[in-house]
């Protein structure tokens, strides 16, 4: 049986002439903003009364901070967390287009042995067929993205396809973890207008990233590895992917560029959790 969860509530709030009604001009931060606050009232109520009868180990983020609310339902996309921390060492690890039943468990394994936390990007076909893979994730306390239902150029699609294709990732993963997410990749990163205000519409915010360590191209371990270690600054936001195929470099890789990170006094953070955001809009939108 589906519960009637956030992004249920917002579908119906869409349909209803918000996002995708083409009413709107330009990013239309406002207009989304004010759409996400006015359904945030009734998405709150409607997530303490679900959460009350799930088991706690499947909470994601139970302290959930003020500025993680604040963020989400926006419209701007996030390519670097903001570093003004104390340390100013906080960095997000990112892995896309998993869940996978082979690689995924290796790359938990890993940031467990670390105890570090990520945020995995997960295409919502493939959680549905592996849904213990995102009570895996959320019971090592990492944060679940959403990146669409089978990962296709969002921008090309009609409003609907878009709707449909970040709602029902939305679902499942409410489904299986008791809470949906607040964070969304687009597909290649490529977003615009339109699908910016749909993703908000759905409780969530835009995430970029800042270091593509392009292990979907199987560079070889030590050439991701020099990428990760060459480019990491503070507040980077940093791609990779547990699925989408042989991750074998991108696990052995982790392996190998953590404990250095760690080394360095680099903080590994959920983005939604992280002191706060620092936008970046406009061009270069997908890294
Ligand atoms: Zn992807």
């Known amino acids: 049986m589906l519960i009637a969860g956030a992004c249920v509530a917002n579908r119906a709030h869409a349909a209803g002439g918000g996002a995708g009604s083409g009413s709107g001009s330009g990013v239309s931060g406002a207009h989304a903003a004010a759409d996400a606050k006015g359904a945030g009232t009734a998405r ?3 997530r303490s009364a679900r959460t009350a009868s799930r088991p706690q180990a499947y909470r994601l983020r139970p302290e959930a901070g003020q500025l993680a609310a604040q963020a989400r339902g926006s419209t701007s996309v996030t390519y670097t967390l903001d570093s003004g921390d104390s340390r100013g060492r906080e960095i997000a690890l990112t892995f ?17 042995r670390w105890r570090v936390q990520a945020t995995f990007c997960v295409i919502g076909r493939e959680a549905a067929a592996h849904t213990h ?18 990962h296709p150029l969002l921008t090309r699609m009609r409003p609907a396809q878009v709707h449909e294709q970040l709602a029902r990732t939305c679902d499942v993963v409410d489904e299986a973890v008791g809470s949906p997410p607040v964070l969304a990749r687009a597909p290649f990163g490529e977003w615009n207008d339109r ?11 835009p995430l970029g990233w800042s270091v593509d360590t ?25 791609l990779s992917h547990d699925g989408g195929g042989n991750r074998s470099q991108t696990v052995a890789a ?26 970046r809009t406009g061009e270069g939108w997908g890294g």
Do not use: C, Q
């Not at 287009?97 to 467990?112: A, S």
């Open 44 to 46: 709150r109520s409607l």
């Open 133 to 150: 893979l995102l009570n895996a994730i959320a019971d090592g306390g990492h944060e679940i993205a959403n990146h669409s239902w089978s």
């Open 96 to 112: 896309d287009d998993g869940p996978d039943p082979l690689w995924t468990p290796k790359v938990l394994e890993v940031l467990r």
């Open 214 to 238: 392009s292990d979907w191209e199987e560079p070889g371990t030590r050439k991701i590895t020099a990428t990760v270690l060459r480019h990491t600054s503070p507040g980077a936001v940093l």
């Open 254 to 279: 982790l392996r190998d560029y953590l404990p250095r990170l760690l080394d360095s006094g680099y903080i590994p953070v959920l983005p939604s959790g992280a002191a706060a955001f620092r936008n």
């Open 195 to 205: 699908t910016l205000e749909i993703s908000a519409s759905l409780g969530m915010s």
